[in-house]
């Protein structure tokens, strides 16, 4: 049930003195099960993007097909689509407004017609999905730390047992124990569920560690789609458009300029480790001094 975009445009302010061009030209298969780091500076296109997934926006020109149908055909049923392709947006705790957590999590299946049986089955095993202790159920969400009021918002879609979640920032002013701790739940939960996850994040060590994809967006056109150790290769190129490669990226980089004979194609701390290590280990069989 991939999501397709053919030709995908968006103009706002059309037509006026304010007329601002947020998508231009974008093709993109989005396939059953992966997950996609979408990345760009401010003003990209990113947020514009992942609101026509699911219909919030609609295109001024092109298509946009999830399983083999156009989203925006008269007659398409967007609510059906909208639980299907959930998304979630950055900040999402400012959208928690019930009593209490369970309450709030119920909210979407409730509105999707279930029974109340189904409903809160639905909650209950969202909340769990998300790593969320039973003791704090009924309690108010605003009384919850920031960490655990996201993980209620994003519970909140996935009680509507979505195929496709769309997190937009989904860490922004999280600390990093916070940050590891939603992503990694996420991470499990794709491997567990097989869900399409597409997170938007200006954390390229976030993007780095967990995606399979990364489509980089510049000025409304995708700039890179491919793998993230393939696109980090243009790290000089992103830093021409504001964003930048991981740090450890940079870091092989200056090894390799100080004598080290490291690969510089690390993306992760983990990766970078056991390539610094061995090159050490070459090096000392060697008898070589280099930067030692």
């Known amino acids: 049930m991939a999501i397709i975009l053919d030709h995908v445009s968006h103009i706002y302010e059309e037509g006026t003195a304010m007329e601002v061009a947020a998508l231009r030209d974008v093709n993109l298969v989005i396939p059953d099960g992966q997950f996609i780091g979408l990345i760009g500076h401010t003003g990209s296109g990113k947020s514009t993007l992942v609101q026509h997934l699911n219909g919030l926006m609609k295109p001024t020109s092109g298509n946009i097909y999830y399983n083999g149908e156009d989203i925006n055909e008269d007659g398409f049923d967007r609510k059906n689509l909208r639980s299907k392709v959930g998304l979630v947006f950055q900040y999402p705790e400012h959208q928690l407004f019930e009593i209490d957590v369970f309450k709030d999590v119920c909210f979407g299946p409730k509105n999707m017609g279930l029974t109340e049986k189904e409903v809160q089955l639905r909650a209950y095993g969202a909340l769990k999905q998300v790593g969320l202790e039973d003791e704090y159920f009924y309690q108010s969400p605003f009384d919850l ?15 509507m047992k979505p195929e496709v979640l769309i997190l937009d920032e989904p860490t922004a002013g999280l600390d990093p124990k916070g940050r590891d701790e939603i992503l990694d739940q996420i991470a499990m939960l794709r491997k567990e569920t097989g869900i399409t996850v597409v997170l938007v994040s200006h954390s390229m060590e976030d993007v780095a560690k967990y995606v399979d994809r990364i489509i980089v967006m510049n000025q409304g056109s995708v700039m890179y789609d491919d793998e993230p150790r393939a696109v980090f290769r243009h790290y000089r190129e992103l830093e021409e458009v504001g964003l930048a490669a991981p740090q450890v990226t940079y870091i092989m980089q200056e090894l390799r300029r100080q004598g080290l004979e490291v690969g510089t194609d690390a993306i992760t701390v983990e990766e970078a480790r056991d390539e610094i290590l061995k090159a050490v280990g070459r090096s000392r069989k060697m008898g070589g001094g280099g930067i030692y």
């Open 145 to 159: 730390s920031g960490g655990q009021k996201r993980r209620v918002a994003i519970a909140g879609v996935l009680a």
